[in-house]
């Protein structure tokens, strides 16, 4: 074999070992604080980095269209989208494909809180008072809340003295807490979280409304991401087992009883609730 040939078929190896070992990129919309965001990822890509056989990158992002954007340029593979980041995603770029979601979320929720302090007793008596919401991206924390708000004939431009956006569900709560706005609304897992591990207290801040169900988180990937690696991620997903402690771990940190698989009909819904609230057109 001559030297040429040698040459090139080692440049070929090498490029394909290159390419075998990039890393699977994988971010998640900020809705909580960045470092309880990989806190509650690490564990989760240690076990996806196994099962595909790619080293599993985090990469963190400032806010929900940074996440959309960069899913839709191709510099991320993976993202933890909410139900309306996902169709923003899809409607950017329409080449990204939902995976998998959890199974709380086909029936996912959203509550409305209010100071203890403020007299709140109804989402009636939040009008005329400042009122906080997440991410005007946040699925949980602004659009479907909005959405319910409208079918109890309440328009938060008319109706609330001041809407604010907090950024992040655990920020409505310290805001709703410390008084800094008397009411607000954020996604019910987060509540119930915070909840249980006692950084909320439930002297000055109180539930006055749980939504109706909607469908809402996803695991999506960018669509021409290799097709046997997206079969990969989406049946770790599956496989994941609540009777192998690493596994329940990783599902307790996720807020998961287990994954099932999603499609985007689910987030038809979504959409439709999207454009009828003028956040897309």
């Keep these: 074999m001559s030297r040429h040939w040698i040459f090139a078929l080692t440049t070929l190896f090498a490029s394909l070992s290159a390419t075998a070992a990039e890393p699977l990129r994988v971010s998640a ?36 269209a940074a996440v959309v954007e960069a899913l839709a340029a191709g510099k991320l593979d993976m993202a933890w989208l909410g139900g309306f980041t996902y169709v923003q995603a899809h409607r950017r770029a329409n080449k990204v494909v939902p995976l998998v979601q959890r199974q709380e979320d086909a029936q996912f929720t959203s509550k409305f809180i209010a100071n ?62 410390s008084g800094k706005v008397p009411a607000g609304a954020l996604n019910a897992s987060v509540w119930d979280k915070l909840v249980e591990e006692g950084k909320v207290d439930t002297s000055k801040v109180k539930v006055i409304w749980t939504t109706p169900t909607y469908f809402d988180y996803n695991w999506t990937v960018r669509g021409d991401l290799d097709s046997a690696l997206q079969a990969k991620i989406k049946q770790a ?44 057109k």
Excluded: C
């Design 116 to 177: 203890v302090d403020s007299g709140i007793q109804t989402l009636a008596d939040t009008k005329g008072k400042d009122f906080a919401f997440g991410s005007p991206s946040s699925t949980s924390g602004h659009l479907m809340p909005r959405h319910f708000l409208a079918e109890q004939g309440i328009n938060p431009e008319r109706d609330f003295a001041h809407v604010a956006f907090s950024g992040a569900h655990d920020a409505t709560v310290a805001w709703v807490a």
């Design 29 to 64: 919309i900020p809705d909580e604080a960045p470092t309880e965001l990989q806190r509650k990822f690490a564990p989760l890509g240690d076990y996806l980095a196994a099962q595909t056989g790619r080293e599993v990158v985090f990469v963190p992002v400032n806010d929900y």
């Design 237 to 280: 997903f599956l496989n994941l087992d609540p009777a192998i402690p690493a596994q329940a771990e990783i599902l307790k940190l996720q807020r998961a009883s287990r994954f099932i698989a999603t499609q985007p009909e689910n987030y038809q819904g979504i959409e439709a609730a999207a454009i009828q609230a003028g956040l897309l």
